[in-house]
Nanobody, 119 residues
């Protein structure tokens, strides 16, 4: 099993910044993609950003130019730097790791961290 622990959420004013971190522990063999999703109240969970093992990144249109995803494979961690935050970025943010073991692919989710953007 793989456990993910997120940190870095909180309350920030519009225009501010936050940096989310997610650390993995447990039975880690070969992490493929890492990413962040978010879910706002009353809305479906949506993809925010992903980064592959080749360091290819993908962002939702709503966060392009404001958010940056990065990873540290030595530490089994993924980060999300969020700048120019807007009230509509308010959501619970979840990290996700994808791991390949043999011929099987597994997904692991963190418990979520709350980000609130409000004045």
């Amino acid at each position: 099993q793989v456990q993910l622990v997120e940190s870095g959420g909180g309350l920030v004013q519009p225009g501010g910044s936050l940096r989310l971190s997610c650390a993995a522990s447990g039975s880690i063999f070969s992490i493929n993609a890492m990413g962040w999703h978010r879910q706002a109240p009353g809305k479906e969970r949506e993809l925010v950003a992903t980064v592959t093992s080749a360091l290819t990144t993908h962002y939702a249109d709503s966060v392009k130019g404001r958010f940056t995803i990065s990873r540290d494979d030595a530490q089994n961690e993924v980060y999300l730097q969020m700048n120019s935050l807007k009230p509509e970025d308010t959501a619970v943010y979840y990290c996700i790791f994808q791991q390949v073991v043999g011929t099987s692919e597994y997904e692991y989710w963190g418990q979520g961290t709350q980000v609130t953007v409000s004045s």
